[in-house]
């Protein structure tokens, strides 16, 4: 018994130690490894498209926040009338959203581009519930839809001014 134990014990150790060792490598990478958040992300800018149908198929992009202390994530991606939105789930539980809110310049990489955008938190509850609904389709949510009181929240991505600062 106490060989099995010890066993399990090791083996513990050996996952803890080897997810932080994930979550250290991904906080210094050119972005996220996965669920793990990533440092900066590693390239130059280019001008945002005034039209995302492009991107309508991605899944995932990566965010990245806090151009001080630049810290990215993946977050999904929708299309709608060829503008690009980014979701938070469960966003009071998660540190970029907030982020965002308070500093809405934002570089996100979207099929290997990396565009500099504003994130503006979507308020109008109409808006809020088609997008909720297009999520929910193209990730799967239970019943097609995010619920507004789920706890999502809906960010659009608008191109910045050039030489703008953002805040």
């Known amino acids: 018994m106490s060989r099995v134990l010890k066993w399990l014990g090791l083996t513990l150790a050996a996952l803890v130690a080897m997810v932080a060792l994930i979550a250290g490598v991904a906080r210094f990478s050119h972005g996220p490894i996965g ?3 990533g440092g900066a992300l590693e390239g130059r800018a280019e001008p945002a498209p005034a039209d995302w149908s492009f991107a309508e198929q991605t899944s995932n992009i990566a965010i990245e926040v806090d151009p001080e202390n630049p810290r990215s994530v993946t977050a999904g991606l929708v299309i709608y009338e060829k503008r690009p939105y980014v979701a938070a789930t469960w966003a009071a539980r998660k540190t970029w959203p907030h982020i965002a809110e308070r500093d809405p310049r934002v570089r996100v ?3 290997g581009r ?8 979507v308020d109008d509850p109409a808006l809020h519930s088609a997008l909720a609904r297009l999520i929910g389709e193209k990730y799967g949510a239970t019943g097609g839809s995010l619920a507004a009181d789920s706890g999502t929240w809906i960010f659009r991505l608008d191109p910045r001014e050039r030489g703008a600062s953002g805040a």
């Open 35 to 37: 669920p793990f958040p």
């Open 109 to 111: 990489r979207v099929e």
């Open 114 to 121: 990396i565009f500099e955008l504003n994130a503006v938190r």
